[in-house]
Nanobody, 120 residues
């Protein structure tokens, strides 16, 4: 089971910024689409942003133009820069890795989650 280690998160005021990061092993990172999901209390987990192995990115409509996902291939780290934060961004944010093994089929790994709270 791969380990995804998240860092960052915390409490921020409306309109503020926060950066969360996730690191994993080089073998997992280089082979995976890396993504951030979030889950607010009483709601389903939803995709926030994803970054493919070759640079493509996609975002949920609710965070476009405010959040930026980036990969640091040298550090095997994916980060999410969150700007202009709103109370609706409050959730537990989860790092996710998805790929396909050469022998063994697809895999999905999750981080433990990091809390982001936006206060008004």
């Amino acid at each position: 089971q791969a380990q995804l280690v998240e860092s960052g998160g915390g409490l921020v005021q409306v309109g503020g910024s926060l950066r969360i990061s996730c690191s994993t092993s080089g073998s997992i990172f280089s082979a995976s689409t890396m993504a951030w999901y979030r889950q607010a209390p009483g709601k389903q987990r939803e995709l926030v942003a994803a970054a493919g192995r070759f640079g493509g990115t996609n975002y949920a409509d609710s965070v476009k133009d405010r959040f930026t996902i980036s990969r640091d291939n040298a550090k095997n780290t994916v980060s999410l820069q969150m700007n202009s934060l709103k109370p609706g961004d409050t959730a537990v944010y989860y790092c996710h890795a998805h790929g396909v093994r050469v022998f063994g089929g697809p895999y999905d790994y999750w981080g433990q989650g990091t809390q982001v709270t936006v206060s008004s």
